[in-house]
């Protein structure tokens, strides 16, 4: 596996940390369900003009399955969760999803459940609950449930991407499934938030970076990885994302890192590493020659 195809793949993860900083100073107070329709729905339909494809219809029940699990149901639940929990447990809740991974993988792909990716995956969430866990975080029934449901959308979503690919480009098929996943959310807006809220130009200019770099952009990358990268070395790649927003956190927002943050970004920084390292290792033993 090309080095140069997993490092644009962890740009995505690593991007979408951006999402906290812009949710919370361009976009606070918005309805879940709103932000998350305006941040699919146009990016999808300016890629299908780019593309000028539309999906067979015999394509349109799995398009509609990975919309959900991808972007309409994971953006709402993520939203969700990140608006009742502390931003701390919400991270942590999201990391189970490699775990959630490498048994769906099992499930759906007939791989072998490996010990260095299940290890690696245990080790991410560690990671990353010593980088964004604080000892005040309050639960939250639902904002737990919510986040649980999210890790799950997105973990089925990453398998199923990786089970259902049609012979077209990553671009295309971002197109596809972002266009799904946003018209799925028109009947849930219009029913939650009869009035399209006011936006300030701040608002605007938070939602058309979700849309066209958190969105369109990111999942173009990570859709292309999924592609040529085995599903558990994509989905540990996730610990980037809470990583950099404590990262970007610190740089932008003048906060500290304590000792237990800087210990758990070298314990996630460590599970990638292990998930790569002992993957890539196997992949090559698989495809060695026989004696």
Do not use: C
Request: charged fraction near 10%; glycine fraction near 8%.
């Amino acid at each position: 596996m090309p080095i140069r195809t997993l490092f644009l793949t962890a740009l995505a993860p690593a991007i979408w940390g951006s999402s906290y900083i812009v949710t919370t100073t361009l976009l606070p107070g918005h309805s879940p369900i709103v932000v998350a329709l305006l941040r699919a729905l146009p990016a999808g339909l300016l890629l299908l003009l780019l593309v000028r494809q539309l999906p067979p219809l015999d394509w349109l029940p799995r398009l509609m399955v990975l919309g959900a699990l991808n972007f309409s149901l994971f953006w709402v639940l993520l939203f969700l969760s990140a608006y009742r929990l502390p931003g701390g447990v919400a991270a942590t809740l999201g990391a189970v999803q490699p775990l959630i991974v490498v048994f769906l993988s099992a499930v759906l792909l007939k791989t072998q459940i490996r010990a260095a990716a299940v290890a690696a995956a245990l080790l991410s969430i560690a990671g990353v609950a010593l980088l964004v866990l604080t000892p005040a975080a309050k639960l939250d029934t639902l904002g737990v449930l919510a986040g649980l449901g999210g890790a799950v959308s997105m973990a089925a979503g990453v398998v199923l991407t990786r089970k259902w690919q049609p012979p077209v480009p990553p671009l295309t098929f971002t197109a596809w499934q972002l266009t799904a996943g946003g018209l799925l959310l028109i009947p849930a807006a219009l029913w939650s938030v009869p009035e399209l809220p006011a936006f300030t130009a701040a608002n605007v200019l938070g939602l058309a970076y979700m849309s066209l770099i958190g969105g369109a952009l990111t999942y173009i990358l990570w859709f292309r990885g999924l592609a040529r990268i085995d599903p558990s070395q994509v989905s540990l790649l996730g610990v980037l994302s809470p990583l950099s927003a404590v990262i970007l956190g610190w740089l932008l927002l003048g906060e500290t890192l304590t000792a237990n943050q800087m210990l758990g970004a070298l314990l996630a920084l460590f599970s990638l590493w292990l998930g790569q390292s002992r993957l890539r290792l196997r992949t090559a033993r698989s495809s060695a020659p026989a004696e």
